[in-house]
């Protein structure tokens, strides 16, 4: 099982919006895509902003990013 979970992750991502009415997300698949952009980004070379070990994987980095709130996930305005 993952850690944190996808609810985990959406509570933690959505808590800097409760001023707002807006969620940021609404899904897992918007954590998923955002990770996953994330991972390919890392992988590209560029810089982590959370300390890992040489074998963890560019996902679980991007993951640890999200959660200790390195990274943020903006919502589209499309």
Do not use: C, W
Not at 31 to 39: D, F, G, L, P, S
Not at 64 to 78: D, F, L
Request: proline letters at 4%; aromatic letters at 4%.
């Amino acid at each position: 099982m993952m850690h944190p979970s996808y609810s985990e992750l959406m509570d933690l991502i959505n808590k800097e919006s409760e001023e707002q009415d807006t969620q940021v997300v609404n899904s897992r698949y918007a954590i998923v895509m955002a990770t996953a952009k994330r991972a390919r980004e890392l992988v590209d070379g560029s810089p982590a902003s959370v300390d890992f070990n040489e074998g963890d994987k560019p996902l679980s980095v991007a993951v640890e990013e999200i959660e200790e709130g390195n990274m943020k996930i903006v919502k589209s305005e499309t």
